[in-house]
């Protein structure tokens, strides 16, 4: 029941996602809004998608017992990469939203590939960990 719920809320944010990509390119098509709009609310949109994603990741993991690794260091992994995510998608629509327009893309793009590398660098401590603690066979 709980892992059909996630797929649920999985699939309407996908959706609304989609949708809401569909209607910004609409108004952009129909000269309703300006392009610089559009970019802005796009970035905005994407901003909140990693904002809501860093909240589920922690509370979205397989239990803790049934994993390879020590379940507290995955726990402050999965946690603390939930916190990355949800300040970078604050970074990343607020700097779409609020920047001068040359600097908003730069901003953005930054706080997203910043959060991507240090993520990968606490799930390569999280395996490397795992192995250092792992009885020699």
């Known amino acids: 029941e709980k892992r059909a ?9 996908a959706a609304l996602m989609m949708a809401g990509s569909l209607a910004l390119s609409l108004i952009a098509q129909l000269d ?10 796009f970035g ?22 049934a994993q390879r690794y020590d ?9 603390l990469s ?12 607020s700097a779409s939203a609020f ?7 730069p901003l953005s793009i930054g706080a997203g590939l910043s959060a991507l590398l240090i993520i990968m660098a606490l799930h390569f401590w ?4 795992t192995r250092d603690t792992q009885a020699p066979s």
Not at 99 to 105: G, I, K, R, Y
């Open 82 to 93: 939930g916190w990355i995510l949800v300040l970078a998608g604050l970074v990343y629509a």
């Open 99 to 105: 920047a001068p327009a040359d600097m908003a893309n």
């Open 71 to 79: 379940p507290a260091r995955r726990q402050r992994v999965e946690r």
């Open 44 to 65: 905005v949109m994407a901003g909140v998608m990693l904002i809501v994603t860093g909240n589920f990741l922690p509370k979205t993991a397989r239990p803790l017992t």
């Open 5 to 13: 719920k996630t797929i649920r809320a999985s699939l309407f944010g």
């Open 126 to 129: 999280l395996v490397r960990g």
């Open 32 to 41: 309703l809004a300006s392009a610089g709009l559009t970019e802005r609310a």
